[in-house]
């Protein structure tokens, strides 16, 4: 786990802004170290409210020497490209990071701790997010079935859509219902940012829910866990929804979308069908024709971070008359419809699944 007192920079070279840069938005809006600068040439003299939806004056600087002179310690791979391996390109900057005295935390495919191993001095470390820890967890059993808990699924329309920000505003939203919540974490930024959690995607297929099993059964004694969700049943190259349902037996899901979009993002051939037809395949899959707990969606988390204040009332409008469920954009508004929608829905659920 990252000291929180130990002072960051994000690495988001030629990025930041944009989608790819999720991971360092994520730790700008949620994490809990300082970050002293965003490391991207591109962009370098601007803040990060230049560049993005945050009320932040992070500075953006050009290289790795500028942020380490304004105190940062520790660098983070806050960007990633496509299929999440490293560039040839940014090697030549990790080596100076590690020898001028930094640690890296790395949220890539591609593993670094055995890349600079014999460079690092005491003290130094590299932190690989995407390296399972422990033994290989055994074959999902549907154990958490059993458990006398709420469990939420963020589920979504598509990749990149908003999933752990939602879990996280959510889970914020439980505790201060005062309700004794917790956030799973189930991808590298999640893990980031709580110091615990499963990388989903660097799990091998046959152990993916059995390691979604573990985690929730770990989590048993908390009263709500909200289960950081990954991928989406409408996307063809995705594959970690399913593990999410059947690891967790979730009782409730919030359903994840973006306003306006029609066709997934990077797929425009594959359409969007109305979030009724969505909803309706997500509570099918979960519930497995009754073999398994019958999680419902109760509430949308409608991502409008594209729209003006006006339109995006009109969008949450418009979804809720859609879809007959309360919706919400938890960055926009919080996620206190959404956290109403979880507990109002606590004791009927507890019933059905008893």
Known sequence: MLDPTRPIALFAEATMGSLNAKMAEGILRYGRNPVVAVIDSTQAGKRVRDLCALDSDVPVVATVNMAQKMGAEVLVLGTAPSGGRLPQAWVAVLEQAI??????????????????????????????????????????????AKLGNTRVLMVGTDMAIGKMTAGLEL?????????????????????????????????????????????????ADQEIVVIEGQGS????????????????????????????????????????????DVIALNEAVARAAGALTPAKVVAIALNTSRLSQTDAFAALKAVEDET????SDPVRQGAGVLAQAVTGAIPAMGQAGS
């Open 324 to 327: 007959g469920l309360p919706a």
């Open 233 to 276: 049943l409408l996307h063809p190259g995705s594959t970690a929804t399913l593990p999410l349902m059947r690891g967790s037996c979730a009782t409730h899901m919030i359903l994840c979308h973006r306003a306006g979009m029609e066709t997934l993002d990077e797929l425009d051939t594959v359409r969007i069908p109305p979030l009724p």
């Open 171 to 219: 889970t914020r939203s439980l505790q201060a219902l005062g309700r004794d919540a917790a956030f799973l974490a189930t991808g590298q930024t999640g893990i980031a940012i709580t110091g615990r959690g499963i990388p989903l995607d660097a799990i091998r297929v046959d152990h993916a829910g059995g390691a979604v099993e573990r985690m929730v059964l770990e989590a």
């Open 99 to 144: 020898a001028g005295g930094m640690s890296l935390v790395n949220g890539m495919h591609d593993r670094l701790q055995p890349m600079f191993a014999d460079k690092l001095r005491v003290g130094q470390w590299v932190w690989d997010l995407r390296v399972p820890q422990g033994d290989a967890p055994p074959i999902a059993m549907g154990r958490a």
